[in-house]
């Protein structure tokens, strides 16, 4: 009888319900649920509708029912440092947040006043975002103090929606490690940090990690999607899936996990959590099995999705990379990490603008748009490959792009020419895959990582990009 194991893995734009199992020693994958997702604006806040996603999770969990293929586990994913703070009640208390909502302005400074900026990286390894847990926790104690006497549990949002399916709280370590509120030596909450700051020490669950079995589903879920399955830790930071799905045989590499963002970096069995990777504004994300992710946060294909959207979808990704590559000559270019391009009204006016304040001609046609934001992409690519080899002393041969933006052959080849590396492509479904090997590996479908990842090499098509001379 086949096995099958379903990853949840929800993005800031959609979520999806992938199906795997093995055939012939490869494992297969199969969408069978997709729903919309997107933060909504309310009320001038940016917020998440947990309800909305719940209701998804379970209606496509019925779809496995209604196609007869019962997963024997499931785990979900998400993006990073959002969060639930629960009640006595195991009620939300408050709004649920979306990252991009604007509270944060000036939390970094409250926080720096309680331990300055240096001290707090190299306790944590974090690089600073205004997104970051640690700051959106300050804008609650500042703004909305009640909220924070009245939590009894802090859960980061896939393990609230775990807790929902099966009544247990855990808090998976990968995406603990996003709040900056984790040491990276002990692995587990900084709770003398947690308690400088002011917020309720009590309200952590401990860390777990991927691998971990959260629970059998609850009676009343079990009666609703028609089955029961256990329910598994994965690395529920999506990147910490992604990166487990680098399909790394031997040796090592350098990757990006592209998609809204585009997190570049490498693995590390240590933090760096030295001045030279603060300066550079490099983190260190855990990742399965206590590796660290040192990579950096880069804007990624979100300029390019909002651009898309600002002219009304008219235009595919492929269809915007073919007119990108004829304005290839347009000579202007802009810091994609900017703070400017984090949430515009308009981000053709942002980029637009952002020329402007550099005294660079500004774009005017779609193609022009295209090829300022995919070189400017590959450019910041290219100098943080240079950080990357100067902070770890090691020279990288390759760089494995792996998630959606894999397949943006455009951006691969200038990626390719920008970093003077090869340039290896896939999976595009790195997250779900990464998810699904976590289960794997619980459920001694493969020994280890590194035979996981032997499997994924030869599951999925990988593409190879040279540096054009």
Not at 60 to 82: F, L, N, Y
Not at 122 to 133: D, E, S
Not at 359 to 386: H, M, R, W
Request: net charge negative; with cysteine.
């Amino acid at each position: 009888m086949q096995k099958y194991y379903l990853a949840v893995d929800i993005g800031a734009s959609s979520g999806r319900h992938m199906l795997s199992y093995m055939q012939d020693g490869k494992m297969q994958l199969e969408e069978v649920y997709r729903f919309e997702n997107g933060m909504k604006q309310a009320d001038g806040k940016l917020l998440w509708d947990v309800k909305h996603l719940f209701r998804e999770i379970v209606n496509g969990m019925k779809r496995c029912q209604e196609i007869g293929k019962i997963p024997c586990s499931m785990s979900i994913d998400t993006w990073a440092v959002d969060y639930v703070l629960l009640d006595e009640n195991d009620e939300v208390l408050g709004d649920t947040y979306g990252y991009r909502d604007s509270r944060t302005a000036g939390m970094d400074q409250k926080v720096y006043e309680i331990i300055p900026e240096n001290e707090l990286y190299a306790r944590t390894g974090i690089q600073k975002q205004m997104f970051n847990t640690i700051y959106q926790l300050m804008a609650v104690k500042e703004r909305e103090p009640e909220l924070l006497k009245k939590a009894k549990t802090f859960l980061m949002l896939p393990d609230y929606f775990q807790f929902l399916l099966t009544g247990n709280k855990f808090n998976e370590y990968t995406n603990a490690t996003s709040t900056q509120l984790v040491n990276p030596a002990t692995k587990q909450w900084d709770r003398e940090l947690i308690t400088m700051l002011g917020y309720p020490e009590a309200i952590f669950p401990s860390i777990s990690l991927p691998g971990t079995e959260v629970g059998n589903l609850k009676p009343e879920i079990q009666k609703e999607v028609g089955f029961d399955c256990k329910v598994i830790l994965c690395a529920s930071h999506d990147t910490g899936s992604a990166v487990m799905a680098m399909p790394v045989v031997e040796g090592d590499g350098l990757y990006i996990s592209s998609g809204t963002w585009s997190l570049m970096g490498v693995e590390l069995p240590d933090a760096r959590c030295d001045e030279d990777s603060r300066r550079a504004n490099f983190t260190n994300e855990g990742g399965y099995d206590y590796r660290f992710r040192y990579l950096k946060n880069i804007m990624g294909l979100w300029m390019i999705q909002s651009v898309r959207h600002e002219l009304n979808d008219a235009y595919s990704f492929a269809k915007l990379c073919e007119m990108a590559e004829e304005e290839k000559a347009f000579p202007s270019r802009v810091d994609v990490n900017d703070d400017c391009f984090l949430a515009p009204e308009n981000m053709m006016d942002a980029i637009v603008d952002y020329c402007k304040k550099t005294n660079q001609t500004a774009p005017q046609t779609v193609g022009e748009f295209a090829t300022v934001i995919y070189q400017s992409l590959a450019d910041c690519y290219g100098k943080t490959v240079l950080e990357i080899e100067r902070n770890t002393d090691h020279i990288y041969s390759g760089i494995h792009i792996i998630g959606g933006g894999s397949n943006a052959a455009y951006l691969n080849q200038l990626t390719a020419n920008a970093t003077g590396k090869t340039v290896y492509t896939g999976p595009s479904e790195a997250t779900a895959i990464g998810n699904i090997m976590a289960q794997m590996i619980e459920d001694h479908v493969f020994e280890d990582l590194k035979a996981a990842r032997a499997c994924v090499y030869h599951s999925f098509d990988i593409k190879v990009f040279e540096p054009e001379k």
